[in-house]
């Protein structure tokens, strides 16, 4: 056999492997593309999941805040109140000290002034009998 021809027949079958080992890296690659993609499948339905779940506590949280904010704003409007019937029990413990003290000052007043009135008009009568007895004894 001349060299040529084992020269033919070392390249077709190194034609022939190469073509095998890139078969079989292109199914080994394919394999390997697959195994990823439901890998990545999995992960992404996994952090869905995840996803999900944390999104539902969201929401819980939220709600739970809500009914917070909602209880506060309940108290505050109670308290709005409370203070407002407060404030309307003050004014009238204020009207009932402040009315009897003025109507006590203005009964000592009015007293005060019928007291001084008669003690005017009582000088007024002793005044001109006091004039004339003195009057008279200046006379004599």
Known sequence: MPVSD???IVIAVAVSIQTAMFAAGFV???R???RVESD????QSSLDHRIDAVSSRIDEVVVDARLAARS??????????LMQDAATAAHTVRSAVLAPKSLLLT???TAAKWLLGKR???QARLLPESLGRAQSADVF
Do not use: F, P, Y
């Open 107 to 109: 009964g000592a007043a």
């Open 6 to 8: 084992i020269a033919l």
């Open 32 to 34: 390997a593309w697959r």
């Open 28 to 30: 080994a690659g394919m």
């Open 72 to 81: 506060v704003e309940n108290l505050a409007t109670r308290a709005d109140g």
């Open 120 to 122: 005017r008009s009582r």
């Open 40 to 43: 990545m499948r999995e992960w």
